[in-house]
Structures are given as structure tokens and as C-alpha cells.
């Protein structure tokens, strides 16, 4: 099993990234999958989360109506979209699957938003 998220770097204030986690290794339509972020010192925080079909999603909401998740199933990778970004948006990023009591995560891209 595999996660391999990229697209993380560093943009300045009010700009945008988009995440990609790649999956491999399992039935991946099959899983729910969220992006979760986390500060050093701090508590890990979920960000977004879309189900195995793509038709439902949740937020935090500190990234309501700034961030978009979406999936591709044919590609088993997932996206996170980040629009308008802050400096307290600064985190590593890490993707995750879930299907009951199966839960896989990845190695964390790091996202730094300054000027």
C-alpha cells in the first residue's frame, strides 16, 4: 500500500496549490479519502474528507469555500485544491484512506504560505 502526495511548496499569501496523493496497492474506489494537516506542537487537523463516490464532502471550517477535494477513481488519486491561501494555512499536508477498519496514510507534503 502506497500514498505518494506532492505538490506541496511555498506560495505567498492569497495564492494557490494543488495537492495530488497518488494511491497504490488497494481498491482504491472503494475507500474514503481526507486530507488531514498538522503543526509541529499541534494536534493533527482534519481539512477535507470525500467519500469512495466522489458525491460527498466535509470541510473544516477554517477552508470552507477556499479549499476543493476531488478524486479521479480511474486515476486513484485525489486532490486537494487550495485557493487564497494564508499564512496560517502553513502545515504538512498527508493524505488518507479509510474503508472501516482499514486505514492507510501517506508521508506528507509540506506547504509553507509566506511573503
Known amino acids: 500500500v502506497q500514498l505518494v502526495e506532492s505538490g506541496g511548496g511555498l506560495v505567498q499569501p492569497g495564492g494557490s496549490l494543488r495537492l495530488s496523493c497518488a494511491a497504490s496497492?488497494?481498491?482504491?474506489?472503494?475507500?474514503?479519502m481526507s486530507w488531514y494537516r498538522q503543526v509541529p506542537g499541534e494536534e493533527r487537523e482534519l481539512v477535507a474528507a470525500?467519500?469512495?463516490?466522489?458525491?460527498?464532502?466535509n470541510y473544516a471550517s477554517s477552508v470552507k469555500g477556499r479549499f476543493t477535494i476531488s478524486r479521479d477513481n480511474a486515476k486513484n488519486t485525489v486532490y486537494l485544491q487550495m485557493n487564497s491561501l494564508r499564512p496560517e494555512d502553513t502545515a504538512v499536508y498527508t493524505c488518507?484512506?479509510?474503508?472501516?477498519?482499514?486505514?492507510?496514510w501517506g508521508q506528507g507534503t509540506q506547504v509553507t504560505v509566506s511573503s
Open positions: 488518507n484512506a479509510e474503508l472501516t477498519w482499514r486505514n492507510y
Open positions: 496497492g488497494f481498491r482504491f474506489s472503494t475507500y474514503d
Open positions: 470525500i467519500n469512495s463516490g466522489g458525491d460527498r464532502t
